[in-house]
């Protein structure tokens, strides 16, 4: 399966470190999965006409609003619970695959809502999928279910009642995605509200493609852990707050190189936030879209900004311990990774 992972993500060999190093997996999109090869089968399954070389100029895009684009077009493709429960059981075997113990899986709910679909019967072919990726590659996987900022507040609302309807199901927290331009956080103030007083974790995408002030108003909506956080660069005061209160900022390289977002990768603020003390994860965001895997990105961290096997290692426990897993399962985390860095 390694390999395999390689030749659709076009990807080199991770070292051993990096291979063996146990790892979660924290902010990571579903439908933003599924690699070409899949998108075919979905589409010749529902009796269209569909070639490797079609399904992949899908993954060429020049920026972010092409992206968005791109990720609406390929969720056209996922239309019942058994396509659900296929990609979810291949997300899982590409996690395995890489060493990933624990994910926490976004799953565009209001992109389903928004086009009318059986959700109920699509949240049981996710879980279908889920069950068999624990049983047969031991993933450990929660959900979290993330509304379309641009689609208003109304439609989020719909989306976080589901999540607390299927909290005692493996659904664990609420979030915003989309595009940042057109909706700021504000407007989701008594949405987050509710979902916090359901008992649901807080995320939110921020400073990925608007200005630290989308930062600051996750922050005041509550957001436990901040998605991308690519600005906060740009404002002094926000990272000392980011610091202090250790909010994890979720940080996806790859992605925010290929969406535009960030020009180089030597613009990146990732080294600087470490530097400056922020509590960091390393993610894949869209894997398949990004022809990226969480191997990929640590590798990047190793040898674009110079982390050294041991800030890996910080990174690696910090994606356990910003999970939203309850405190005896991250412990069990920690102690593999722990016993992983004895053995090396």
């Known amino acids: ?21 146990p790892k979660a997996e924290l902010h990571l999109h579903l439908e933003g999965s599924v690699a070409a090869q899949t998108l075919v089968e979905l589409r010749q399954r529902h009796g269209k006409e569909s070639t490797l070389a079609d399904a992949e100029t899908l993954y060429q895009y020049k920026d972010f609003a092409g992206f968005l684009m791109a990720f609406k077009t390929i969720t056209e493709d996922l239309q019942t619970p058994e396509d659900y429960d296929l990609i979810t059981y291949r997300l899982m075997e590409q996690l395995k695959a890489e060493n990933v113990l ?3 899986v976004y799953v565009s709910v209001g ?3 928004w086009r009318k679909q059986d959700f109920e019967a699509i949240f049981e072919g996710l879980e279908r999928g889920r069950e068999r990726g624990e049983r047969d590659f031991g993933i450990s996987l929660l959900w979290i279910f993330d509304a379309v900022r641009q689609f208003g507040p109304g439609a989020a609302q719909d989306v976080f009642e589901l999540a607390a309807k299927y909290r005692d199901r493996n659904v664990v927290g609420i979030g915003i995605g989309g595009d940042e331009q057109k909706a700021p956080p504000e407007l989701f103030r008594e949405q987050y509200a509710y979902a916090a007083g359901q008992g649901l974790r807080l995320t939110a995408h921020a400073g990925e493609s608007a200005n630290p002030e989308s ?5 005041n909506l509550g957001a436990e852990r901040i998605g991308h956080g690519l600005t906060a660069a740009r404002d002094p005061e926000l990272i000392e707050e980011l610091a202090q209160r250790q909010i994890p900022v979720e940080i996806c390289l790859t992605s925010n190189l290929r969406t535009g977002c960030c020009a180089k990768i030597s613009d990146h603020p990732l080294r600087s936030y470490f530097d400056q003390g922020l509590m960091l994860t390393l993610n894949t965001d869209d894997p398949a879209m990004f022809s990226t895997s969480l191997t990929h990105e640590y590798e990047l961290a190793k040898t ?4 050294s096997d041991e800030h890996l290692r910080e990174l690696a426990r910090n994606s356990f311990e910003a999970s939203f897993l309850p405190p005896e399962k991250k412990l069990n985390f920690l102690n593999l990774l722990d016993s992983a860095a004895l053995r090396a």
Request: proline share 3%.
């Open 1 to 21: 399966m390694a390999n395999l992972l390689l030749e659709i993500y076009n990807l080199k060999m991770p070292s051993g470190f990096v291979h063996s190093l």
């Open 102 to 104: 624990h994910a926490e």
């Open 111 to 113: 992109v389903c809502l």
């Open 215 to 219: 930062i600051w108003g996750a922050l």
């Open 304 to 307: 674009e900004f110079g982390f």
